[in-house]
């Protein structure tokens, strides 16, 4: 019996929603049917209570503002997030908090529309970014500079996800040499953006260069992915700094 009871200790299995009670999810499209997340309030509404059932409770909302594909403004994204909110009271769903900000492609569009003042960070003063998947966007330093001019702190969303680094690990070093936080997808924790992803996820958080989490989740589909992770113990300590870091900065 005692022969059991080791061999199930020592095989029992992490996962990942065991660490992420009364996690705060700072990038996230779950409002309805503004960019490429959750159609419908239906959509947004399944997928909070599914949220809700793993302990996170607490949301910045964070659609793309992206030139020609998602021209979200404060307009478009406070008109969806009152729909979502009316329905959580509706519902009876006053312990969720919903507040919003964006994910800003940085594009031929993104400085004027730092120079309009059009930008929706959030509330404390951080300003999540992204790039295209395929290169770097040309005005990329410039952009971060106007950033700073603004007195915003960069957030660049998913840095494992985008392959060009890949070959170029000094580039994340130099990201945070210049003030830039990074804040890497709970999903890359697995194989869900594939295997090459993962392995870069492991190795910034190894490195001590990644400063949140969240979930950029779109869809039911990848929140149930989320519940299946597996996390190894030997990665429990590197991840748990950044989840405790991601609920402090912005609970």
């Known amino acids: 019996m005692k022969i059991i009871v080791m061999f199930h200790f020592f095989n029992k299995k992490n996962f990942l929603t065991d660490y992420l009670e009364n996690f705060v999810d700072i990038h996230n499209h779950i409002l309805p049917g503004i960019d490429d997340g959750a159609n419908t309030v239906e959509d947004s509404l399944e997928i909070i209570k599914g949220f809700s059932k793993i302990g996170i409770t607490k949301f910045i909302a964070t659609p793309h503002i992206m030139h020609n594909y998602y021209p979200n403004d404060r307009e478009s994204i406070h008109m969806a997030q009152g729909i979502l909110l009316d329905r959580l009271l509706h519902e009876g769903m006053k312990d969720i908090t919903l507040d919003v900000a964006a994910e800003h492609m940085i594009d031929s569009n993104f400085e004027l529309l730092l120079d309009q003042r059009k930008e929706m960070p959030h509330k404390n003063s951080f300003l999540l970014i992204e790039m295209s998947y395929l290169q770097p966007p040309i005005n990329f330093d410039q952009a971060i500079e106007k950033i700073a001019s603004h007195r915003y702190f960069p957030i660049l969303a998913h840095p494992e996800r985008y392959n ?8 994340y070093s130099k990201f945070k040499q210049s003030g830039i936080l990074l804040q890497m997808n709970l999903l890359s924790l697995s194989d869900y953006y594939g295997k090459e992803v993962q392995n870069k996820t492991f190795k910034l958080l190894q490195d001590g260069l990644i400063d949140y989490a969240a979930s950029d989740l779109h869809n039911l589909h ?30």
């Open 164 to 171: 060009f680094l890949h070959s170029k690990s000094s580039k």
């Open 222 to 251: 990848q929140l149930d992915c989320l519940k299946e992770i597996q996390i190894k113990n030997s990665h429990i300590k590197f991840l748990l700094p950044v989840i405790e870091k991601t609920i402090n900065d912005f609970y």
